[in-house]
């Protein structure tokens, strides 16, 4: 049972290089989501998207961008990395937006130097 | 502003009962989430309460109190394996989730 899949789990970067993490579910869920998780805070949502083809904004989204191309995949570009953004990056994914129940993918711990 | 509160840190003997509570402050509510996260690894569903009163499932029971903006998660027979943060959440009227920074739980033997 895969779940959801997340790739890389771990990446160093040098700041200002572009990088894209990975997102991809086998449930055939309609809602993903991008939260990053920093000590002492709650996790924090970047970007979602409620069904295939379309996206919004979350709490942090400035310096981010994903796309929705299909139903399973969901990945998230930083296109000029910083520090700042060094984080653990969590996808996550719902049988629709209301639904109860998240589940997670295993996490992208990223550095940016 | 929007506003999830839960203590940092909490200690508990095994075989013991905790109360992790939770307060909130949100732009509407569409529910209210326990998740479970062991150090290193993902959040995982734990509750979901979306009227008032008290959810029970084997060990663990969830309360909510809608007029209170609280609730609480009942651990009972503490096992080692329970040592983890436990994350509150409240969806609001905009079905997005508000996450609180999560209680650190540390059972002690």
């Known amino acids: 049972i895969a779940g959801i899949t997340q790739a890389p789990t771990s990446q160093i970067l040098a700041a200002g290089r572009r990088m894209t993490l990975r997102c991809t579910q086998d449930?055939?869920?309609?809602?993903m989501y991008w939260y990053r998780q920093d000590l002492g805070l709650g996790l924090r949502l970047i970007h979602y998207?409620?069904?295939?083809?379309?996206?919004g904004k979350g709490e942090v989204p400035d310096g981010y961008s994903v796309s929705r191309a299909n139903t399973d995949d969901f990945p998230l570009t930083l296109a000029s990395a910083v520090p700042s953004q060094t984080s653990v990056y969590f996808c996550?994914?719902?049988?629709?937006?209301?639904?109860?129940?998240?589940?997670f993918g295993e996490g992208s711990r990223l550095t940016v130097l | 502003g929007q506003n999830i509160d839960q203590p940092t840190e909490m200690t508990a003997t095994e075989g013991a009962i905790v109360q992790i509570n939770c307060t909130y402050q949100t732009s509407g509510f569409n529910g209210l989430f326990w998740y479970q996260q062991h150090a290193g690894e993902a959040p995982t569903f734990l509750s979901y309460n979306v009227l008032d009163g008290l959810e029970e499932k084997g060990r663990f029971s969830s309360f909510l109190s809608r007029s209170k903006g609280y609730s609480y998660l009942l651990l009972k027979e503490l096992q080692m394996k329970d040592s983890a943060s436990y994350l509150c959440a409240v969806r609001d009227s905009n079905y997005q989730l508000i996450w609180g920074a999560g209680t650190k739980l540390i059972i002690k033997p």
């Open positions: 996550a994914s719902s049988e629709r937006p209301e639904a109860g129940e998240l589940f």
């Open positions: 449930m055939r869920h309609n809602a």
């Open positions: 998207s409620n069904t295939a083809g379309t996206t």
